[in-house]
């Protein structure tokens, strides 16, 4: 089974600040991979599919970049209500989310 | 609006079976991928089952393969998940959700609706 590693798990970042997570494919998986936001207490919210197409909605600030192993989830300007986990998914075959990364505001 | 609202969750003992429902209102059903993804409280997400709009793909994780399954019913725009021999890991929240893409012919696709979940609690 392909394993999807997120880091960090946690962060903490300033107002303003650019945050980047990575995700990582034990194995390629094209560009088959998804971004979700979840809000303390909310459920999960999609904000990136085929790794870089931002869902309707979903301000600009976020973005996604990367193909076959190596992902990327951009916070070009972190905003108080980013506070959230954040988590990414494969689904090119078997779906597999990866272990997720709490943003917190410093 | 669209939603999706779940029922069915409750406590049970292990071994015994439970059916969650998923109601679908909002969207066209018979035209998209639907899915089961838990998260024990507090926990990460895992996908459970998913099932294409024509329920001709369906999918299990390991974890549950074998004693859960998967059907819907497009003319009662339902989704269900029969949960059979339950163990105390199967304990979470379960959410029903909809796949992202129009007329996938299978159920590998992001999701982009979730409903608020059923929490199932397997405890004797």
């Known amino acids: 089974d392909i394993q999807m590693t997120q880091s960090p798990s946690s962060l903490s970042a300033s107002v303003g600040d650019r945050v980047t997570i990575t995700c990582r494919a034990s194995q390629g998986i094209s560009n088959y991979l998804a971004w979700y936001q979840q809000k303390p207490g909310k459920v999960p919210k999609l904000l990136i599919y085929a790794a870089s197409t931002l869902q309707s909605g979903v301000p600009s600030r976020f973005s996604g970049s990367g193909s076959g192993t190596d992902f990327t989830l951009t916070i070009s300007s972190l905003q108080p209500e980013d506070v959230a986990t954040y988590y990414c998914?494969?689904?090119?075959?078997?779906?597999?989310f990866g272990g997720g990364t709490k943003v917190e505001i410093k | 609006e669209v939603q999706l609202v779940e029922s069915g969750g409750g406590l049970v003992q292990p071994g015994r079976s439970l059916r969650l429902s998923c109601a679908a209102s909002g969207f066209t059903f018979d035209d998209y991928a639907m899915h089961w993804v838990r998260q024990v409280p507090g926990e990460g997400l895992e996908w459970v089952s998913g099932i294409s709009w024509s329920s001709s793909n369906i999918g299990y994780a390991d974890s549950v393969k074998g004693r859960f399954t998967i059907s819907r019913d497009n003319a009662k725009n339902s989704l269900y998940v029969q949960m059979n021999s339950l163990r105390a890991e199967d304990t979470a929240l379960y959410y029903c959700?909809?796949?992202?893409?129009?007329?996938?012919?299978?159920?590998?696709?992001?999701?982009?609706?979730w409903g608020q979940g059923t929490m199932v609690t397997v405890s004797s």
């Open positions: 998914q494969k689904y090119n075959s078997a779906l597999t």
């Open positions: 959700v909809k796949g992202n893409h129009y007329d996938n012919t299978g159920y590998l696709d992001a999701f982009d609706i």
